[in-house]
């Protein structure tokens, strides 16, 4: 192997991945005056071209569905042509590999900002149950911190990205310093009335997008276009929110196209840098730096460790102890749709608000745990009203009602008097489910590839049978017709498949 450029500069820290934690790392780090390097592996963000928020689908070649009707058939980018996804579940010459039997999907971002350019913003304290969990039920570890040592860091983040909600005083949702959340639409007030009557509390939903101005952002306008891009700022992304001011600073270099392959250590085995793949010339270069700051998501930092060895460390980098890449989880995912003849008839009207559910349900049976034959919990999710049509909101309805005028009139009396639900739930660490480097496989720019095992522990099943039988019940106590599963629970045969519910952690 040719040694690698290595760059005159030296810097106090260089950051691997511009997303969440590599954009407030870098924020954090410049504000205080340190020389900082961040490294991502794809392309400079233009909110000016890459977000499509105010655009209907027919100002685009074919309608928005790619070439083909791609989109249309679910093979198109993913979550849509207009979202601000780059990357994807399979990414040319970048190859994973899953063990035999087993199912995993990696969904890998490649954009300065990752995925908090099209994530749901939904920012949520970890309570102090979650902390010392295992006091509980014996399961897992304890976090060694507790909830009051960090909360003064909630505090902070919110008073910088800010975050909506409400004071509730819910053991499990812990209050916070709260943007003024948007009004409940219609179809959430039916909900949060069914919940009173089954014990489940639909509370304003925490989002980290702001409805005031804050830190030279304009509040949210309400175009409920989240996930395409938020040309104002006004949704948090770690692009606009901290890597471009942090770059202002005049103390960020910041290098996209660069494909980390490890972290180099120095005569003492101590960590001096990083090695990456300049994406454009193919070639190796070394970033110089004191620190090293490793948040590439949770398996592609676990990836970089694995194969950071060297005769100090011949498992790789803080691996003495055989942990990393195990303990990989994904969120517990279910859904179910229903049908509620109360919507019908209503007036149709802009209910967009900002992105996503202006309600949602912190979990409340948390004191139930040993009686309903899973730990933890879950919160709920839901959506439902007269959101921006685009290809594929009806396949359903094309299933049902053929084609010609009778169809479209069913779809328009159809429109707003559906809702769905899903649960978004915490899955047990396990030793069957972790990531590893393949031993035969490396991608295109020669760097060894992850291979996952991954397996549901009867704990995740009966959570989601539980999401299930509770979204059933809000749909009947709402007035409601159970309609059918949503896509990831179909798929995954009753709970969401591995991956997708992008979501992991652990490993590291």
Known sequence: MPYPITSQDEYDVVVVGAGAGGGTSVKVLTDLGYKVCLLEAGPMLDPSKEFKEHKWFYDYDHRGTEEGGKSYFGDGKPFGFLSTTSGGWELEGEPYTVAEGNEFRWFRSRIVGGRTNHYGRMSFRFSQMDFKAKDRDGLGENWPLNYDEISPYYDKAEKFIGVTGTIEGIPSAPDGIFEKPPTPKVHELLAREAGKKLGIPFIANRRAIITSNKNGRAACHYCGQCGRGCLTASAYASSQ????????????????????????????????????????DRREHKIKAKAVVLAASACESARI?????????????????????RNLMDTVGFGLSGYVPALEGMPKYDTDGFGGSHLYAPWWAWDDH????????????????????????????????????????????????????????????????????DPTVVDKWGIPVLKFHFAWSDYEWKQARHMERTFKDIIETMGGKVRGLANAAREGDGISTPGTIIHEVGTA
């Open 305 to 325: 460790l694995l194969n950071s060895k060297s005769k100090y460390h011949p498992n790789g980098l803080a691996n003495s102890s055989g942990q990393v890449g």
């Open 241 to 280: 929110v901290e890597v471009f001011p942090a770059l202002k600073s005049g103390k960020l270099k910041l290098i996209t196209d660069a494909m980390a392959r490890e972290v180099s250590v120095d005569s003492n085995g101590k960590p001096d840098g990083v090695i990456y793949i300049d994406r454009n």
């Open 370 to 437: 040993q009686k309903l034959g899973f730990p933890r919990g879950y919160h709920i999710e839901f959506g439902g009203g007269f959101g921006m049509p685009g290809p594929g909101s009806y396949h359903g309805a094309a299933r049902r009602y053929g084609y010609g005028k009778g169809m479209k009139q069913k779809i328009r009396e159809d429109y707003g008097v559906g809702v769905g639900f899903a649960g978004r739930g915490e899955m047990i660490p396990n030793d069957l489910s972790y990531c590893e480097i």
